[in-house]
């Protein structure tokens, strides 16, 4: 079976780099003009896609005519006080900075673990692929966020690497094939690569 993990297209806090994990911000501009650029796939008949309005803004375009499947544990993680704020503007903040120092794997102040986020992520992902499994489906697409795919290639891939080394562009991701006898036992993605766009 094949699995697409597409980042959604750019929003205005990813120029700014801000932190936007529970923030419903929607694809900017420049954003929808990229998705668009890339064509749509009217092949694909169902879409898993997180709830956020940058995750849906891009499945409708990319994928027109699909089903979608709204997934809420595909959410970003939450950044509780650090939300709608960059680096920058935090520089001075001492629980950023704190958090920062934990390599960012303690919880931010009103915010959500890493570990917790990353948990609930791939035991979401398991799911779909064992539901796309019982029902023979041959393609599984999902739209999430950059921390939602960077968890499940550090669960999944193989060679394994950290977390933050899975990070993907805007309107970029993984395309992954999987053995659908062994992932009920031993689940890995068997062949994955970088993929600039949806389904190439």
């Known amino acids: 079976m094949k699995v697409i ?6 929003t205005d806090g990813n120029v ?25 796939f009217l092949e694909i008949e169902k879409v898993v896609s997180s709830p956020m309005a940058r ?10 005519s699909a089903y979608l499947d709204i997934c ?3 959410c970003e993680m ?11 503007d ?19 102040p009103n915010g959500e673990n890493l570990e917790a986020f990353k948990e609930r992520t791939c035991r979401a992902f398991d799911l779909k692929v064992r539901q796309s499994i019982f029902f023979k489906e041959k393609c599984l697409v999902i739209v999430a966020h950059g921390g939602t795919i960077m968890a ?17 562009k805007n309107c970029c991701g993984y395309s992954v094939t999987l053995d659908e006898n062994k992932w009920m036992k031993e689940p890995f993605f068997e062949d994955w690569r970088d993929t600039e766009g949806p389904c190439r």
């Open 152 to 168: 499940v290639m550090e669960r999944y891939a193989l060679p394994a690497r950290p977390y933050f080394e899975w990070h993907v």
């Open 90 to 108: 935090m520089r001075d903040d001492a629980e950023y900075m704190k958090w920062v120092d934990s390599m960012c794997t303690s919880s931010p």
């Open 78 to 88: 939450d950044f509780g006080d650090f939300e709608g704020r960059s680096a920058e």
């Open 55 to 64: 995750a849906t803004d891009t499945a409708r375009l990319l994928f027109p």
């Open 72 to 74: 809420t544990d595909f």
């Open 5 to 10: 993990l597409i980042r959604h297209g750019r």
């Open 16 to 40: 700014l780099g801000k932190y936007m994990g529970r923030t419903d911000e929607p694809l900017s501009k420049m954003g929808e003009m990229e998705v668009a650029s890339m064509g749509s």
